[in-house]
């Protein structure tokens, strides 16, 4: 049996042990933890609208007209109205057929990449993918290729050599035998800086191969009208047929969708297990999320605030020497190295009222761990300074 205490010993002597704080106050760019309020760099609320009135009395009155659960997985009896009308809102705004909605991300990651692809089959991602990318081409019995970040040439010649060795098709498969997928994410969590989409879409053409991307961190962000990667590389279905989206980052609210064809949304419903064998979202949720998404597209201030703040944050960084990660994205990473000064800059920050968490192996490459800085269009112009004044003092 495994020594739990040694292994928690371990970790904690290679600066890898994780502690939570516990927040006692709405997200937004103020928190209070241990009665302790700090200026936050640290959400994934990109367009703060976590705390937004609209979103509060959406929720409130979601959950007046239809309570706090489903009560079932959507199969069952859990799919209600709010689910409805939101899966529609969400296909009519990234401009596809149909949406499917997820419980999480990571469900709906593990879901898809599961039901299209299998024994026999291949899937092929970036080295820097999401853990739940990651999980879900080890779990779903494929070949998983892993090629390097944002390395198309890499990818084309996996690709090549994996067509090379196919084989005949296996009895009992889903799909047609050697189904090849490429996943990667739209803008990498850690990193900031986007995939080349156009790019890996014409490699997928070229070799056959389904194309899907997550775009939890572009979402709501990214495009002229907030719709992501996609919309901002000029593309579509035809050119990425599968595409993922959360709604707990840039939305404010919890939850996941997957947009595409109605075949794709229907074949989902029929092989997805996370979606299947779990409870749907509480109908609240979805209420409160169709008025996120009408923020989001009423809104396009938040937009321009955010990339506004982001250009102030860069030039003022660059003027401090600091060493950042090339990011046109909120993710502003500031790569420090090793996991020891990255707790303690983030502690001396700290003490100086901002949070901003330490980012260690494994969650990122060794030699690499930094501060992920998060910028929010809820954040003011003296907020980014006041950040840079206390970076300037700690570096």
Known sequence: MKDLAAALAALRAQHQYRSRAVVESPQG???????????????????????????????KAGA????????????????????HEL????????????????????????????????????????????ASLLDAGLLSGARLRRYAHNDVGDLARRLSAQKNSRHAPTPGDDLASDSLLIVTDGVFSMDGDLAPLPQLADVARRHDAWLMVDDAHGFGVLGAHGRGI????GLNQETVPILIGTLGKALGSFGAFV????????????????YIYTTALPP??????????????????????????IARFRCGAAQLGAHLLPSATPIQPLLL????????????????GIYVTAIRPPTVPAGTARLRIALSAAHSETDV???????????
């Open 337 to 352: 190295g090793d996991s020891a000064t990255a707790l303690a800059i983030s502690a001396a920050l700290r003490a100086r």
């Open 29 to 59: 760019t103020e928190i209070v933890i241990g009665g302790t309020p700090y200026l936050s760099f640290c959400s994934n609320d990109y367009l703060g609208l976590a705390n937004h009135p609209r979103m509060i009395a959406a929720l």
């Open 64 to 83: 007046d007209r239809y309570g706090a659960g489903s009560g079932a997985s959507h199969l069952v009896t859990g799919h209600q109205r709010p689910h």
């Open 385 to 395: 300074d006041r950040l840079l004044t206390a970076l300037e003092a700690v570096l």
């Open 259 to 274: 947009a595409g064809s109605e075949d794709l949304i229907e074949y989902l419903i029929q092989r997805a297990r996370p």
């Open 284 to 309: 609240a949720v979805a209420h409160a999320t169709l008025a996120s998404l009408r923020l989001v597209q009423e809104e396009s201030w938040r937009r321009e605030h955010l990339q506004q703040l």
């Open 87 to 130: 899966e529609e809102a969400l296909a009519e705004f990234t401009q596809r057929p149909c949406a499917l909605l997820f419980s999480t991300g990571y469900m709906a990651n593990l879901g898809v990449v599961a039901a299209l692809a299998g024994r026999g089959d291949a899937v092929f991602e970036d080295r820097l993918n999401h």
């Open 230 to 233: 996609v919309e901002h590389y």
